[in-house]
């Protein structure tokens, strides 16, 4: 089995459009979840209960967006980090600094055996697509 070494270039930045998808994931899903502008007026709204204060629901969702604001703010920038390396990885085979890789050359079986694996994953994608439709 022949093993492929990659340049440094193409491993840095790899590597880098990895850790940045990961923060872009990880700022979605604190929205979604945690940092949801109706659990924030909530937790807004219990501790002013016990402060003698009130807020209308109105008044208690702006607030919330507002301390959120700097989380998506970053998510923003991420994204904009994330387009610059796609750019970047898309150029450099054409500066001549990473080999430009064919996408339609026939993979060696025996280099990635669990090919099977995802021919699986991706049929059960397909099955529950297709329910998901019909």
């Known amino acids: 089995m022949k093993t492929v070494k990659y340049s440094k270039t193409y491993r840095v930045l790899h590597w880098a459009i990895a850790i940045t998808f990961l923060l872009l ?29 009130m807020l209308t629901q109105e008044q208690l969702i702006v607030l919330a967006k507002k301390i959120r604001q700097p989380m998506w703010d970053w998510h923003i920038y991420m994204g904009y980090v994330l387009v610059g ?50």
Do not use: H
């Not at 025996?110 to 694996?117: H, Q």
């Open 25 to 53: 994931l990880i700022t979605i899903f604190l929205r979604l979840t945690w940092m949801n502008k109706y659990n924030m007026a909530e937790i807004i709204q219990t501790y002013l209960s016990g402060t003698d204060q």
């Open 85 to 134: 390396l796609f750019s970047l990885r898309f150029t450099l085979p054409f500066l001549g600094t990473m080999k430009l890789q064919n996408p339609l050359k026939p993979v060696n079986k025996t280099k990635i055996p669990e090919m099977g694996v995802y021919r699986f994953l991706r049929m059960c994608c397909g099955v529950f697509n297709y329910r998901a439709y019909n």
